[in-house]
């Protein structure tokens, strides 16, 4: 026995989490085997979670957890040695010691923390649609959409980009004559028709959405520059890991945009890193607070997705724990996955809360000192039932503790202080400015214009960047860029051939450029992107 352990302190291996008959700890090595952390409202789920944060970034693990109070904020300052606190730790024979730990806010609108954005194309259509509550339909056609643009190297960054895109796959109702000027955009929607019936009234829908999502803020979330996840995955200068905070009060005001968020921050790490099989520790431990809304009327294809990237992000080295109010939050075959259980006390006064209680019970593995089911009733605050893994992975046997006490303060953070983290935060100044690039709206309205691959007005006068300046010396070879009258069949089709061999030619000389479009992220011709598990963009 070490020093540490005599004291109950965090081991190089183990974090030291509460006390009862037994001592209650979280082995470094199967932390990313998830966890799960129950209770009702005001049993102490975020003084437990603040707890298990420390211990993680004592031992050099960051940590990202989402704040829905502000409560958890207090683990960027130094604890006060209250009397209470001073007390437990007595209690529990714990050398009260106050600390504080490095500490990084976000804040999706930006107001409370660095902003945290993702652009549309990142995101992919499968969250997207989640997001925006679409049926199979709409979420089709969204689908279609995003193809479009990968093929076309149209990217989406924000969400003019996407409704640019949306106006331009809607299909020509009206009759045209054989000698009628053809649409600019004419390619983007035939490519959209070729892969399905596109109608206008779908796509209407989708915008009226997409207003929703704008009115709730949404427009703040998407663009660049874009989070950079290895951002998340920091130490400080003393080997502790970085407690990374999303500021959520405000988010949780729209909970789908809340819930895909932090499904995406998921899908994003699974897509990411590397295999790395069984750690010392974990790379990153993700706090997902108010999980049920993850999983509230979510489509089986999406359950499907979200159980394979639990089960095996736990191979790239990173732990989840779920913290929510009733275990039957979360469907069983996802709650299979967590092996580390923090139950505080559950109230049955309706059926639902009986079955809550029963289900609770039932996931641990029985003690025959307690009769789980009626402890869960009877806890305190601050008592909770545990059962880690131990040993070869199996769990431990429930047990009821005591809590210990944070080292940081307990409760939130006065605005100086937060702006005083800000200020000297390691990412400050990275993320704080917006910056619009040359996206998907800008290129669209640009061929709208005659500006992209055609020019009006006198020679030389050329717009779209290097493929506007191509298209202007082809189009002057071939003729296509000069304004005509009304023309004769054969003229239509002279031209229609002209002009697709012209955007060949521009096309690969464009690709052998490298030319790159939008920004950050950058889009290629000529390449379909490969899209992962969720719907994201893989640069890999």
């Known amino acids: 026995m070490t020093a540490q352990d005599s004291k109950l302190g965090d081991t190089d291996d183990k974090i030291f989490v509460g006390k009862g008959d037994e001592q209650a700890w979280l082995t470094l090595a199967l932390a990313n085997r998830h966890g799960l952390v129950t209770g009702a409202t005001g049993t102490g789920k975020t003084v437990t979670l603040q707890v298990m944060a420390e211990g993680f970034a004592r031992a050099g693990v960051p940590v990202f957890a989402a704040d829905i109070k502000g409560d958890l904020s207090g683990i960027s300052e130094i604890g006060v040695p209250a009397d209470f606190i001073l007390k437990r730790a007595t209690e529990m024979g714990l050398t009260f010691q106050p600390d504080q730990f490095s500490t990084v806010f976000w804040d999706v609108f930006g ?26 339909v709409q979420e089709g056609v969204l689908n279609v959409a995003f193809r479009v643009a990968d093929d076309a190297g149209l990217t989406l960054i924000d969400m003019k980009d996407l409704r640019a895109l949306l106006d331009a796959i809607v ?11 053809e649409s600019p955009l004419a390619d983007v929607k035939k490519a ?4 399905g019936n596109v109608t206008k009234a779908t796509v209407g829908t989708i915008q009226r959405q997409l207003l929703v999502l704008e ?22 200068r003393d080997g502790r890991g970085m407690v990374n905070i999303l500021v959520a009060d405000k988010l949780l005001q729209n909970p789908r945009l809340y819930a895909t968020f932090l499904l995406w ?8 890193l590397p295999e790395a099989g069984d750690l010392p520790k974990p790379k990153l431990v993700f706090f997902f607070d108010e999980a049920h809304l993850l999983f509230n009327d979510a489509p089986k294809a999406l359950m499907d997705k979200i159980e394979q990237v639990v089960r095996l992000i736990r191979s790239k080295g990173v732990g989840v724990y779920f913290v929510t109010q009733n275990p039957i939050d979360v469907p069983d075959r996802v709650l299979g996955q967590l092996g580390n259980r923090v139950q505080h006390a559950l109230r049955a006064f309706t059926p639902r809360d009986q079955k809550a209680v029963a289900a609770a019970a039932q996931t641990f593995r029985p003690n025959p000192k307690l009769d789980t089911a009626k402890v869960i009733m009877e806890l305190g605050k601050g008592e909770a039932l545990v059962s880690f893994l131990e040993g070869n992975g199996t769990p431990a046997m429930v047990e009821r503790v005591m809590i210990r006490p944070p ?32 996206s ?28 506007g300046q191509i298209g202007s ?15 004769s069949a054969g003229q239509v089709i002279a031209r229609d051939v002209t002009r697709s061999v012209t955007n060949q030619v521009i096309g690969g000389m464009a690709a052998n450029i490298g030319k790159s479009v939008g920004g950050q992220l950058g889009g290629s011709i000529g390449r379909t992107l490969v899209r992962g598990a969720l719907g994201g963009l893989l640069r890999r």
């Not at 923390?113 to 649609?129: D, K, S, W, Y």
């Not at 709208?448 to 290097?466: F, M």
């Not at 010396?473 to 023309?487: E, W």
């Open 192 to 195: 959209a028709q070729g892969f």
């Open 215 to 236: 009115n709730q803020g949404g427009t703040k979330f998407f663009g660049e520059p874009a989070l950079t996840l290895k951002d998340f995955m920091k130490t400080d």
């Open 473 to 487: 010396i082809v189009g002057t070879i071939f003729g296509t860029n000069v304004k005509r009258g009304r023309l």
């Open 440 to 467: 998907a709206y800008e290129i669209l309205q640009k061929r709208i214009a005659g500006t992209a691959v055609t020019v009006d007005g006198p020679a030389g006068a050329s717009g779209g960047g290097i493929l």
């Open 171 to 181: 299909p020509d109702t009206g009759k045209k004559g054989a000698d009628a000027e």
């Open 265 to 272: 921050m998921l899908s994003e790490l699974f897509e990411e």
């Open 407 to 438: 080292s940081a303060r307990i409760g939130s953070i006065t605005p100086d202080e937060r702006k005083a983290i800000m200020a000297a935060s390691p990412v400050k100044g990275k993320y704080d400015t917006a910056v619009d690039a040359e």
């Open 111 to 136: 107001e409370q923390g660095h902003p945290v954005r993702a652009t549309v194309t990142e995101m992919g259509p499968l969250l997207l649609a989640r997001m925006l509550d679409l049926n199979d």
